[in-house]
């Protein structure tokens, strides 16, 4: 699911406006919304801080192409931090086919997860590029970012 998302719409409008409205969904709820200047829209998007919560972002008055773009690539920051700052039990889907070594007190070895399984893990520890996860067995596993991904 993307968090931020842009939904056209005339709430808002007066009657002689030509140009849509744009409302800036963040994490379903309604963050700001763009409208239509002299030249292009106007408005604020979300950007991510340090602690996880939101700051406003404004680009300046420019076509909705420009917003659009931006919001794609806000998007993938937000992604990537979600990963840093959620703790806890959730089910991951491989992104890439990846070889890894897994141990338990009674067991190492390698395992394959082809690209698009799922498993149900827990992040016990984020360690910037990689992050270590336990599995429902038992066994613990130092994972790189790249090659998976959340599923709420």
């Not at 056209?8 to 969904?25: D, H, I, L, S």
């Not at 292009?40 to 998007?45: D, K, P, S, T």
């Not at 959730?90 to 395992?111: L, M, N």
């Amino acid at each position: 699911m993307k968090t931020i998302i842009l939904q056209e719409t005339r709430q808002g409008c007066a009657p002689f406006e030509k140009e849509p409205r744009y409302n800036v969904m963040f994490k379903g709820e309604l963050f700001d919304q763009l409208y239509f200047n002299m030249t292009g829209y106007v408005g604020y998007l979300p950007t991510p801080k340090e602690d996880g919560s939101a700051g406003k972002l404004s680009i300046g008055e420019k076509g909705i192409g420009a917003y659009r773009k931006e919001v794609s690539q806000l998007n993938k920051e937000w992604a990537s931090m979600s990963v840093a700052y959620d703790r806890g039990w959730c089910q991951i889907e491989f992104t890439e086919e990846i070889t890894f070594e897994a141990a338990s007190p009674f067991k190492i070895g390698d395992y394959n997860a082809k690209k698009g399984s799922k498993v149900k893990v827990e992040i016990i520890e984020d360690k910037g590029e990689n992050v270590v996860v336990q599995f429902s067995s038992g066994q613990c596993a130092t994972l790189p970012k790249s090659c998976f991904r959340r599923l709420r």
